[in-house]
Structures are given as structure tokens and as C-alpha cells.
């Protein structure tokens, strides 16, 4: 499986941004797929996951402001993420799992004024 993200950038506080990735390969009819994050010097967190069958799951420091959602005919996931905040600048990584992990490259959001 590969993975191909988009979206990222330098987004002021409060701001938006909306992350992307697809999917590619010997997809399985049944997966999850996600973002995590990472910071310099720490360990990479989940921020969001969406399964085949739409069940989500955040982090709770995103809910309420980041939203999760895919298209499955496209082995596409995407993530929206409102009302930004520095704390949120990281490197996102794109996450497929069907009984092991995939990742993709990950991309930078740096959210600063």
C-alpha cells in the first residue's frame, strides 16, 4: 500500500487548513485510515481515524475542531482542520492499517503568526 498526502502549509492562529491523503495498491475492503502528528522530540500522536465503515476517532485535543472523513471509491481520506492553534504545528502523517501499519510522508503544518 502507498500513500500520497497533500495539503499542509503556514496557517496564522484560528485559521484553516485541510490535509488529504490517498491510498493506493492492494487495498483491503476493510481498513482504517488516520492522521498522527509529530513534534521534535516526542512521539508521534493520533490525531483522527475513520474506518471503511465510517467510525471515527480524535484525539481529544482536535475534537470539536478538526474533522475526519473519507471516500471510500477513492481510498481517500481527509482531514479539516478549523480554528488552529500553535500548539497544533507538527508533521502529519497519513495512516492505513489492515493488520499492519502503512505510512505515508509526512507533511508540515506550522501554524504561527
Known amino acids: 500500500v502507498q500513500l500520497q498526502a497533500s495539503g499542509g502549509g503556514l496557517v496564522q492562529p484560528g485559521g484553516s487548513l485541510r490535509l488529504s491523503c490517498t491510498a493506493s495498491?492492494?487495498?483491503?475492503?476493510?481498513?482504517?485510515m488516520g492522521w498522527h502528528r509529530q513534534t521534535p522530540g516526542k512521539q508521534c500522536d493520533l490525531v483522527a481515524t475513520?474506518?471503511?465503515?465510517?467510525?471515527?476517532n480524535y484525539a481529544n485535543s482536535v475534537k470539536g475542531r478538526f474533522t475526519i472523513s473519507r471516500d471510500n471509491a477513492k481510498n481517500t481520506v481527509s482531514l479539516q482542520m478549523n480554528s488552529l492553534n500553535p500548539e497544533d504545528t507538527a508533521v502529519y502523517y497519513c495512516?492505513?492499517?489492515?493488520?499492519?501499519?502503512?505510512w505515508g510522508k509526512g507533511t508540515q503544518v506550522t501554524v504561527s503568526s
Open positions: 475513520i474506518s471503511t465503515s465510517g467510525h471515527t
Open positions: 495512516k492505513y492499517f489492515s493488520g499492519m501499519d502503512y
Open positions: 495498491g492492494s487495498i483491503s475492503s476493510f481498513n482504517v
